[in-house]
């Protein structure tokens, strides 16, 4: 699903106050360095099973998609190295992303009144709207500010700018 959020210049400063504030750059910083190289790795490693498959299919771009995930598969189940690979990939990059989340959940009280408006701002609510919404709405919504493509380019541009 495309996360089509947009965070403003305002916004994302204010995203960065906050996070100055919970102490969080140097774990953000380490943490995307580390998804960015996972990331590279899993495009090399999806290169080379999409060789593997043109080298095997000579149809492959006529084929439905059906047919594509079929031909992946079977790729995949004859380089079971390759399929371990990628699984591993998938599984550093989600515990990277969990301890990313799970470090600011648990200092989000520290700015509690600071993120609470900047939810607001971000999602056109009242402080008090997200104040009493569920909390895993709350952490949905940190989420999809934290995915967001403005917000990620706004970091890693502010974090380069800061080394």
């Given amino acids: 699903m495309e996360n089509n959020l947009i965070i403003t210049t305002?916004?994302?400063f204010e995203i960065m106050r906050i996070l100055g504030k919970l102490g969080m750059k140097?774990?953000?910083?380490?943490?995307?360095?580390?998804?960015?190289?996972?990331k590279q790795n899993?495009?090399?490693?999806?290169?080379?099973?999409?060789g593997l498959i043109l080298e095997n299919y000579?149809?492959?771009?006529d084929m439905t998609d059906e047919?594509?995930?079929?031909?992946s598969n079977e790729i995949l189940l004859k380089h079971t190295d390759l399929q371990e690979q990628l699984i591993e990939c998938n599984e550093i990059e989600n515990k990277i992303g969990a301890g990313l989340m799970y470090d600011f959940i648990?200092?989000?009280?520290?700015a509690e009144k600071e993120i609470y408006k900047a939810i607001a701002t971000i999602y056109s609510l009242s402080?008090?709207?997200v104040?009493?919404?569920?909390?895993?709405?709350?952490?949905?919504?940190?989420?999809k500010i934290a995915m967001s493509k403005t917000f990620q380019t706004f970091f890693r541009l502010a974090t380069n700018l800061s080394k």
């Fill in 10 to 12: 305002k916004q994302g």
């Fill in 26 to 38: 140097e774990e953000l910083v380490n943490g995307i360095t580390k998804l960015t190289r996972e």
């Fill in 42 to 50: 899993e495009q090399q490693l999806y290169r080379k099973l999409r």
């Fill in 58 to 61: 000579d149809n492959y771009e």
């Fill in 67 to 71: 047919e594509k995930t079929n031909a």
């Fill in 106 to 110: 648990t200092r989000m009280p520290q």
């Fill in 127 to 129: 402080v008090k709207d």
């Fill in 131 to 143: 104040e009493n919404e569920e909390l895993d709405i709350t952490i949905d919504r940190v989420k």
